[in-house]
């Protein structure tokens, strides 16, 4: 369950005493953003102290925003996550930015999410200060730059052999720009260790890009010969965000190969949390044996494999639903009676009403539609015949495969790319052919048993996002194809 009780970017970051903390409440700041844009005097602790906490805000809001450093001889650019005035604040007061024109340091701009130094061409003008020896008389050339020895302007001619102040005024940004580069390379290195990426980013990047989205899903389940529709719509699930899950469905008889592809996404790829029969069962929000939260109550940021998803308790299924449609759910049940936050990606596997699918598979699904509306991706798997069977157990005698030899390489691939945030790049002609795609399938869907309705809104923009995520590309034409074809294919499963 997540707590709310930590402000975002609030004064937490400082670990501040009690008493500065009362000092900046009088004063009504409550963020680092807020304290980044104030004056050491005037926070009533002294201008000393007043200063030292703005620096430090200033620190960390730059640490947490800046995402990229170009560092050219006479240009600096800065990307950021996002503009604020706070988070400009934060980057000019940690490279010491003056954007004065006639006593800066360089010109300053904002351009989207990028802060741009340029070093200064010129001074505005003013009169040369070099006086002739000779005569007393002054020059009356107007001065290029001022000299950062004498703090005198001068014309380009008795600027020679002094030092230009801009020239030297830009060169000090560009250390302080490195400093920041590499601050930024270590919280980078540090981040990826922590989320578990050990490799070297761009060997996992090269090894990714090489493989595609396509590659992804067919050396995962290199075991299971067939089902991939199932392989593809738990890729899509794998790569979506937890706060924009792409939740999928997998509804199979016995020998169908969707325990064995749970099992393998278990086994080679870490951070999933599995949850068998028995705790779907006993409940997967409220465990009805306990009355204490349930599983999903402790998966915020996780991807769930849930088992037997069919055998959940009816009163259970309602508080699962509302955390699949927006990650929040009110609880009166047992000892649990509060409001549970929870976002996940669910890949849920179950079984057909009477274990087998009949003449008509819809009627077999055994669940209300309420709950396949959820899903973006419900799909059917049937029991692989004797030749498929015959592959799989060849190639676990033969033990082969890329997955087995290089795990690592498609964990931190999955880890990476769910980082990853896709640009919509797509024409104007595919965009209107996807959506209205879309429209028709909800038309056509909308009163059966697998239920397409108006959720499918978030769904058919995540699912080619996550596609894109995989190859770590923005979202093109061909993602939303190859988006479009996985919701037809998911349903085509069911005829």
């Known amino acids: 369950m997540q707590n709310n009780g930590f402000s975002q970017e609030g004064l937490e970051y400082l670990h501040l005493s009690p008493k500065e903390v009362a000092q900046l409440d009088a004063m009504v700041i409550s963020t680092l953003e807020q304290l980044a844009l104030s004056n050491g005097d005037s926070l009533g602790m002294g201008k000393s102290k007043g200063n030292v906490l703005i620096t430090r805000s200033q620190n960390v809001l730059a640490a947490r925003h800046v995402q990229s450093l170009s560092i050219g001889q006479s240009i600096i650019k800065i990307g950021v996550d996002r503009v604020s005035r706070g988070i400009i604040a934060a980057v000019k007061g940690v490279l010491g930015v003056h954007d004065n024109p006639s006593s800066g340091n360089c010109s300053f701009e904002v351009s989207g999410t990028s802060m741009i130094l340029r070093q200064l061409a010129s001074r505005p003008p003013q009169p040369c200060s070099y006086y002739d020896p000779s005569t007393y008389r002054q020059c009356d050339k107007v001065a290029v730059d001022r000299c950062a020895c004498h703090n005198k302007y001068f014309c380009k001619t008795h600027l020679e052999g002094h030092t230009p102040s801009i020239t030297q005024d830009f060169a000090k940004l560009i250390i302080e720009a490195q400093k920041l580069a590499e601050m930024c390379q270590q919280k980078t290195q540090r981040d990826l260790e922590q989320a578990g990426i050990t490799l070297r980013e761009e060997d996992v990047l090269s090894f990714a890009k090489e493989r595609g989205f396509t590659g992804f899903w067919q050396f995962v389940f290199e075991e299971i010969h067939g089902q991939e529709?199932?392989?593809?719509?738990?890729?899509?699930?794998?790569?979506?965000?937890?706060?924009?899950?792409?939740?999928?469905?997998?509804?199979?008889?016995?020998?169908?190969?969707?325990?064995?592809a749970r099992d393998i996404l278990l086994r080679n790829f870490t951070g999933l949390t599995s949850v068998g029969g028995n705790a779907t069962r006993a409940g997967l929000v409220s465990n009805r044996s306990t009355g204490e939260p349930g599983?999903?109550?402790?998966?915020?940021?996780?991807?769930?494999?849930?088992?037997?998803?069919?055998?959940?308790?009816?009163?259970?299924?309602?508080?699962?639903?509302?955390?699949?449609?927006?990650?929040?759910?009110?609880?009166?049940?047992?000892?649990v009676h509060e409001t549970i936050e929870s976002h996940f990606t669910m890949l849920a596997f179950a079984n057909p009403e009477g274990d087998i699918f009949?003449?008509?598979?819809?009627?077999?699904?055994?669940?209300?539609?309420?709950?396949?509306?959820?899903?973006?991706?419900?799909?059917?798997?049937?029991?692989?015949?004797?030749?498929?069977?015959?592959?799989?157990?060849?190639r676990s005698l033969d033990a082969k495969?890329?997955?087995?030899?290089?795990?690592?390489?498609?964990?931190?691939?999955?880890?990476?790319a769910r980082a990853y945030e896709p640009e919509l790049q797509v024409s104007l002609e595919s965009r209107d052919h996807y959506l209205s795609a879309m429209v028709d399938i909800v038309e056509k869907y909308i009163n059966t048993p697998l239920r397409r309705d108006i959720r499918i809104k978030d769904y058919l923009r995540r699912v080619p996002e996550a596609i894109a995520r995989a190859e770590f590309e923005p979202v093109q034409d061909r993602h939303?194809?190859?988006?479009l074809q996985l919701f037809r294919t998911s349903l085509e499963t069911w005829r």
């Open 229 to 260: 529709v199932m392989k593809q719509a738990l890729a899509a699930g794998l790569f979506s965000r937890t706060k924009e899950p792409v939740h999928v469905l997998v509804l199979g008889e016995p020998a169908s190969a969707k325990t064995l």
């Open 295 to 335: 599983v999903l109550a402790f998966s915020d940021g996780k991807t769930v494999l849930v088992d037997e998803f069919d055998k959940i308790d009816p009163v259970d299924l309602s508080y699962c639903l509302e955390l699949l449609s927006n990650g929040r759910c009110d609880v009166h049940s047992g000892r």
């Open 358 to 394: 009949s003449g008509n598979p819809q009627m077999d699904i055994g669940m209300r539609p309420t709950v396949m509306s959820r899903f973006a991706l419900v799909v059917r798997v049937e029991a692989i015949g004797r030749p498929d069977m015959l592959s799989l157990f060849s």
């Open 401 to 416: 495969g890329e997955l087995k030899h290089l795990p690592q390489y498609y964990d931190q691939w999955l880890k990476l």
């Open 480 to 483: 939303l194809e190859a988006a």
